[in-house]
């Protein structure tokens, strides 16, 4: 798909920290997202674009998801994605918004986001324990 491959460029280019492997992977759970109806990890990996069996294929959207080194490398993405977004808006609307993960066990997420019609796209979001002085010290960073 051409907007894939775009897709694939612009993060190559852009994003140098980047493994090359991983790009690749998420690439491919992307062209998986867009075939698939429901956003899951089976339905990721049944959908992926190639020849390996189906188990394999979904062993592989968990390796992907699991990957500490991309959701180290998921700053740089979020650095290009806002860029991207941003640049053609002088001046966009951000949404900021703290959430609950898991009630049960206190965690929350910090999420900041730019509408763009009709709908949220997030910019950057962050997760912490629910404590006060932990909030204070993520809002401030923030």
Known sequence: MC???ILHDSLYQFCPELHLKRLNSLTLACHALLDCKTLTLTELGRNLPTKARTKHNIKRIDR?????????????????H??????????P???????????????????????LHGRSVTLYEKRSRFQ?????KLMTNF
Do not use: P
């Open 132 to 136: 006060s002085n932990v909030q204070r």
């Open 93 to 115: 609307i951000v949404l900021v918004d703290w959430s609950d993960i898991r009630e049960q066990k206190r965690l929350m997420v910090l999420r900041a986001s730019v509408a």
């Open 82 to 91: 806002a860029s991207f977004i941003c640049s053609g808006n002088t001046m």
């Open 3 to 5: 907007e894939l491959d």
């Open 64 to 80: 992907l998801l699991g990957n500490r080194h991309l959701h180290k490398e998921r700053l740089a993405v979020y650095r290009w």
